[in-house]
């Protein structure tokens, strides 16, 4: 019988206690998303729209998920029964500065942003921020063809809606 909880549960306890919870379970894969991104740029939950719409960001490099790439590949992990936890990411890490370039090297070129400190960001912000990188090294295991992030964010972000003709 599967684990059911309710949203109200759920907000109440952390990441790590669920996975804590459902380690129980032998039939739980458990896939651990950073920073979501998807080809659609005017979705207010993508990282990169996110970003984009800041006044200052933060100079950090971290693991993150291109879902275009990866959401199929999760229904395959399905199929395929795997269990376990995964660090649901593409192998490597991106800066905050390096997907601004993308940004403006293929969407906007008159595209313009500032940085500042992880001291300055915290003055600023209501939660901590994580910045890491989570190793992928199993999920490429299993799938080779998964692509480092830089690759995929060109590839599955950046070219789809590519508005300048060479970048």
């Given amino acids: 019988m599967p684990l059911v909880?309710?949203?109200?549960m759920i907000r109440t306890i952390s990441?790590?206690?669920?996975?804590?919870?459902?380690?129980?379970?032998?039939n739980v894969c458990t896939l651990r998303v950073r920073m979501p991104i998807s080809s659609d740029l005017s979705n207010p939950r993508n990282f990169i729209t996110k970003i984009t719409r800041y006044e200052k960001v933060v100079n950090?490099?971290?693991?993150?998920?291109?879902?275009?790439?990866?959401?199929?590949?999760?229904?395959?992990?399905?199929?395929?029964?795997?269990?376990?936890?995964?660090?649901?990411?593409?192998?490597?890490?991106?800066?905050?500065?390096?997907i601004?370039?993308?940004?403006r090297d293929y969407i906007d070129p008159n595209f313009v942003w500032k940085n500042f400190t992880l001291e300055e960001q915290a003055k600023v912000i209501v939660a901590p921020?994580?910045?890491?990188?989570?190793?992928?090294?199993?999920?490429?295991?299993?799938?080779?063809?998964l692509l480092p992030i830089k690759e995929?964010?060109?590839?599955?972000?950046?070219?789809?809606?590519?508005?300048?003709?060479?970048a």
Avoid: C
């Avoid at 909880?5 to 109200?8: C, E, N, T, V």
């Avoid at 601004?100 to 940004?103: D, R, T, V």
């Avoid at 989570?134 to 063809?145: I, M, S």
């Fill in 5 to 8: 909880a309710s949203s109200s």
């Fill in 15 to 26: 990441s790590v206690q669920v996975e804590d919870l459902l380690k129980n379970y032998e």
């Fill in 60 to 98: 950090i490099p971290n693991s993150m998920t291109i879902l275009d790439e990866l959401l199929p590949i999760s229904i395959e992990m399905a199929k395929r029964n795997l269990i376990g936890i995964w660090n649901f990411t593409n192998p490597g890490v991106v800066s905050h500065n390096e």
């Fill in 100 to 103: 601004l370039e993308m940004y």
């Fill in 129 to 145: 921020r994580s910045n890491n990188e989570l190793d992928a090294t199993k999920l490429k295991k299993e799938f080779p063809e």
């Fill in 152 to 166: 995929s964010l060109i590839r599955y972000v950046f070219k789809p809606n590519q508005k300048i003709s060479a």
